[in-house]
C-alpha cells in the first residue's frame, strides 16, 4: 500500500499562485508515476499533470493547465509537487495526488489515492 498525504490548497485570488506537495509513504517496491487530479462539483475527476518517477522521462499536462503549473519531484523523498500560477475561477476544485506503484520488481502495477485538498480561486 501507498499512502498519499497531500498539503498545500486553500483560497486564492484569480491571478494568484498555489504549490501542493504530496508524499509517499508505506510498502512498495517502486513507484513509477506520480501526478495529480482534480475534481470539481458535478464534473469527472481530470488529470492535471504527471511525472515519471524516480527520474527521466517527461511530464504530461491537461492542455488547461499548460505554461501555468508545474509539476517537480523529489525522488528521494517520494514527494512531488504541483506549483500552480495565473490561477483562475475554473481551476477550483479538489486536487487528488496520485501514484502508480509496484510490490515486487515483476509485480503488477497498482493505484494509490491521496484524501485530496481544496483549491478555490475566487475574488
Known amino acids: 500500500q501507498v499512502q498519499l498525504v497531500e498539503s498545500g490548497g486553500g483560497l486564492v485570488q484569480p491571478g494568484g499562485s498555489l504549490r501542493l506537495s504530496c508524499s509517499a509513504s508505506g510498502t512498495f517496491f517502486s513507484i513509477n508515476v506520480m501526478g495529480w487530479y482534480r475534481q470539481a462539483p458535478g464534473k469527472q475527476r481530470e488529470l492535471v499533470a504527471q511525472i515519471p518517477m524516480p527520474s527521466g522521462g517527461s511530464t504530461n499536462y491537461a492542455d488547461s493547465v499548460k505554461g501555468r503549473f508545474t509539476i517537480s519531484r523529489d525522488s528521494a523523498k517520494n514527494r512531488v509537487y504541483l506549483q500552480m500560477n495565473s490561477l483562475k475561477p475554473e481551476d477550483t476544485a479538489v486536487y487528488y495526488c496520485?501514484?502508480?506503484?509496484?510490490?515486487?520488481?515483476?509485480?503488477?502495477?497498482?493505484?494509490?489515492w491521496g484524501q485530496g485538498t481544496q483549491v478555490t480561486v475566487s475574488s
Open positions: 496520485n501514484a502508480d506503484a509496484k510490490r515486487a520488481p515483476l509485480g503488477s502495477t497498482f493505484r494509490s
